[in-house]
Every structure is written in C-alpha cells, then in structure tokens.
C-alpha cells in the first residue's frame, strides 16, 4: 500500500470531522502561516475561541456537538478557528504555541484574548463528560471572556 493512498483514505475518513466545524462556521487553519496571520496583530484582537480538533472517539465526539451547542448562546467569541491534531501537524504545533505553559491536549478548546491564553478546556475536561456540561465550560467562558 502507497503512502499516496493512505493519505487520501486518512483525508476521507476525517474531511466530515472537519466539515462538522467548519459547517458551523469555525475557520480551519491549516498552515502554520494561517495559525500567525490569524493569531497576531489586528487579526487577533477580541476574543478567538481555538479548537484543536481530533479523530479520537472518545472525546472529540462531543466535542465537536458542544462547540456547535455553545454557539448557540447569548455570547460568543468574535473569532471561531480550528486545527486538526495528527493531521494539520504544522498548524497545530503553531497554536500551541500561542497557549502558554499548557500541555499539548487534542481535542481542546481555547479561548483568546487579544492573541493571549485566557481559558483552556483539556481533553481530560471533555472525555467521558456530558455534551451539555462541555457546552457549558464553554459558555461560562464566553460570559468571562467575550
């Protein structure tokens, strides 16, 4: 089996865990000029909310239905970005470091504040909790923060 077609199966088999972000209107950084240009100067101001995304079964499933839940609320970030652990590697080891003394963690969220680590969620915080306390963690930080 090629390396060619290994990646293309891997693609397949997580384009709908990036579409169930980016449909939602979270903005995929996929290089890790994307993750600066998005997380430095003008572009950074206000609140971002990061979610690193990740194929794991046990969290990211719902991880992603909380984010989608979270947005819901009254208040939200003003900026909605996502990379993809394992898969955007670049991108990925970028953002992580813009959060500042915190161990690597996909999935995860993190909220912003004008480019700085206000809020993170690990994912000991979203495996094996209830999608409606994830939303809340986060909404509690919208509130906070946005």
Same mark, same amino acid.
């Given at each position: 089996?090629?390396?060619?077609?290994?990646?293309? &199966?891997?693609?397949?088999?997580? &384009? *709908?865990?990036?579409?169930?972000?980016?449909?939602?209107?979270? =903005?995929?950084?996929?290089?890790?000029?994307?993750?600066?240009?998005?997380?430095?100067?003008?572009?950074?101001?206000?609140?971002?909310?990061?979610?690193?995304?990740?194929? !794991?079964? !046990?969290?990211?499933?719902?991880?992603?239905?909380?984010?989608?839940? /979270?947005? =819901?609320?009254? =208040?939200? *970030?003003? $900026?909605?970005?996502?990379?993809?652990?394992?898969?955007?590697?670049?991108?990925?080891?970028?953002?992580? &470091?813009?959060?500042?003394? &915190?161990?690597? /963690?996909?999935?995860?969220?993190?909220?912003?504040?004008?480019?700085?680590?206000? $809020?993170?969620? $690990?994912?000991?915080?979203?495996?094996?909790?209830?999608?409606?306390?994830?939303?809340?963690?986060?909404?509690?930080?919208?509130? =906070?923060? !946005?």
């Amino acid at each position: 089996m090629s390396q060619n077609f290994y990646f293309q &199966q891997m693609q397949m088999m997580v &384009q *709908p865990m990036r579409d169930e972000l980016t449909r939602i209107g979270v =903005k995929e950084l996929r290089t890790p000029e994307e993750v600066q240009e998005a997380f430095q100067g003008e572009a950074a101001k206000g609140t971002s909310l990061v979610v690193v995304n990740s194929v !794991c079964g !046990c969290a990211a499933g719902l991880a992603r239905p909380a984010i989608a839940e /979270s947005l =819901k609320h009254e =208040k939200t *970030p003003d $900026h909605l970005y996502t990379v993809f652990a394992g898969q955007d590697k670049e991108a990925t080891a970028e953002a992580r &470091q813009y959060f500042e003394g &915190q161990p690597p /963690s996909s999935p995860s969220f993190v909220i912003l504040k004008d480019g700085k680590l206000v $809020h993170m969620i $690990h994912r000991h915080e979203i495996e094996g909790v209830s999608l409606e306390e994830i939303a809340a963690n986060l909404t509690n930080a919208y509130n =906070k923060y !946005c």
